[in-house]
């Protein structure tokens, strides 16, 4: 049994779209997949309407976080997507973005890049605008060679010269605002160093004391130390450990399935879960 519980479609900064995403997922021989689109579970209805038979979809989202100065993303998984309060905060995330892409657009002009809010509004396709639209803008205009080297503190990166801070939840709150709306919690990423940070130990401890579920440690940016001392982590405040390919389409080179889940870990997870339940396929269009 294949289980990636990390991908992205169109409706936030992947190139898939969500039809699109089942599809491809069905055809790497996953078994289960997860939409997890960045504070946002737009795209489930066409996901749903699509979804090849054998393919079970798990309703989800990547939910924009900070502590301490640092910048986190926490994967939700099973909540209500209607949950009045979880679905307020994830439309204040989303609704900062635009004016903080402007003010990134204003920051690279000012450094001699002739970027645009309509070039970003455009690869950004009606999905959830963010620095990963950006980022490609700068590869169209030559500035950069791929996505990832716009993530530099040369650019994009936190604290980087055209970086720009936008709304994030603090992560107590949404582990708390996900689990009032019947979901599961796993702090994606947490040693993703080349996107210029670590999310402290303490901080993980302090997540795990307020009811986070798991942590995410197969992930292709995590070496194998890396994935070795997250287990250990995991281990020590009872976590769940899950892994994930973080699939944005073409916009990076990680491959659907890169990493999965383990089945047993699925399983806890969905026990766990009160506010929806995985959808198997049994036929889209």
Not at 15 to 28: E, F, S
Not at 91 to 102: F, G, I, M, S, T
Not at 208 to 234: I, K, N, P, S, V
Request: with cysteine.
């Amino acid at each position: 049994m294949r289980i990636d519980l990390h991908c992205h479609s169109t409706a936030s900064d992947g190139t898939d779209t969500p039809a699109g995403l089942m599809r491809a997922a069905a055809g790497a021989g996953l078994d289960v997949v997860a939409l997890t689109d960045h504070d946002t579970t737009r795209g489930y209805a066409e996901a749903l309407a699509a979804l090849p038979e054998g393919l079970t979809l798990v309703t989800g989202a990547e939910l924009s976080c900070r502590i301490d100065g640092v910048s986190l993303h926490l994967l939700a998984y099973l909540f209500d997507p209607e949950e009045p309060a979880l679905l307020a905060e994830r439309e204040l995330v989303r609704d900062d973005r635009v004016p903080r892409a402007h003010a990134m657009i204003a920051k690279l002009n000012a450094l001699g890049v002739p970027v645009t809010w309509e070039q970003v509004e455009r690869i950004a396709a009606g999905g959830t605008v963010g620095r990963p639209h950006i980022a490609s803008a700068l590869v169209e205009l030559g500035v950069v060679p791929t996505v990832n080297d716009a993530f530099t503190p040369e650019w994009l990166a936190d604290g980087g010269r055209a970086h720009v801070d936008k709304h994030e939840t603090d992560p107590l709150e949404a582990i708390r605002l996900v689990k009032s709306a019947g979901g599961v919690t796993v702090l994606a990423h947490p040693a993703a160093v080349k996107r210029g940070h670590m999310v402290p130990t303490d901080a993980i401890a302090a997540m795990a004391a307020a009811g986070l579920d798991g942590l995410e440690a197969d992930h292709t940016e995590h070496d194998q130390d890396t994935r070795t001392r997250l287990r250990g982590l995991a281990e020590d405040l009872d976590l769940l450990v899950t892994g994930s390919s973080d699939y944005h389409g073409t916009r990076k080179t990680v491959a659907l399935g890169e990493n999965t889940t383990d089945p047993e870990v699925y399983g806890e997870i969905i026990r766990r879960a009160t506010g929806a339940f995985p959808v198997p396929g049994t036929g889209g269009a």
